[in-house]
């Protein structure tokens, strides 16, 4: 295969081969082959004993990771499911389309379980991003699983408001990320509230109403519906 100018003094680029073709099977297999150069195209290196290999492997791929989710200015220990996942020394996560968020990853091994480990890169904004595998640092799998980074909620404007509902809340945080239809305001039962209507607890999901920035958002308090000892309000 012929190489390409090198990148850095002292080497070259080749880029690998397809390999390995097996007639029974009629497709590519996984193999370790020798890695030789040559500077004329003839005459390559002879490396004996200190033979230097290159291995060649399945497709990998990714079916769903664990957690799901996490806080965007965290970082999270995650494992990668998957299959055809091999140990190297080269294997990478990558979160997102970005090239910032790649992170190293090592196999996980157990019976039944095919995995990679790796911890989440820190974001800019929350969100779902893709998480893809490679195992040499630059072919990622075409499969992928989603992570969702989530906001952090720093306090909410005004905290009280009527049981008829209708109040504008400013909800200050971090990372929130612009998206129309997809934001939600949650408001549930807590400990000071008085006895529920049902064993499962009151809570309502409203839309956020306005993005003021990746920090603050706006949405309107629901009606409470909650019954009190004594009577219903």
């Given at each position: ?18 390999c ?16 030789e ?7 390559y290196?002879t ?9 060649f ?63 989440t ?10 998480v893809?595998v ?7 799998t075409?499969t ?6 989530t906001?952090?909620?720093r ?32 408001f ?9 209507t ?17 920090s603050?958002?706006?949405?309107s308090s ?12």
């Amino acid at each position: 295969q012929p190489g390409t100018e090198a990148g850095q003094a002292g080497q070259i680029v080749c880029v690998s081969p397809p390999c390995c073709y097996d007639d029974t099977t009629g497709a590519n297999t996984r193999a370790t082959v020798n890695f030789e150069i040559a500077l004329n195209g003839q005459q390559y290196t002879t490396s004996g004993l200190s033979a230097v290999n290159f291995r060649f492997y399945d497709p990998p791929t990714v079916s769903s990771i664990d957690p799901l989710f996490g806080n965007f200015n965290e970082r999270k220990d995650t494992t990668v499911h998957g299959t055809q996942i091999v140990e190297t020394n080269e294997i990478t996560c990558k979160f997102g389309e970005e090239g910032d968020m790649v992170v190293d990853g090592t196999m996980r091994t157990a019976p039944g379980m095919e995995a990679v480990a790796c911890e989440t890169p820190i974001a800019t904004l929350a969100g779902p991003v893709q998480v893809t595998v490679s195992l040499n640092g630059q072919q990622y799998t075409s499969t992928s699983a989603t992570y969702s980074y989530t906001p952090v909620l720093r306090a909410i404007l005004p905290v009280r408001g009527l049981l008829s509902g209708g109040t504008n809340v400013t909800v200050a945080g971090m990372g929130f990320r612009e998206t129309p239809g997809q934001m939600f305001c949650k408001f549930e039962h807590g400990p000071d509230s008085p006895a529920l209507t049902s064993e499962a607890g009151w809570s309502s999901v409203v839309p956020v109403t306005g993005f003021g920035s990746k920090s603050v958002v706006y949405c309107s308090s629901p009606a409470l519906n909650l019954t009190a000892s004594g009577g219903s309000t």
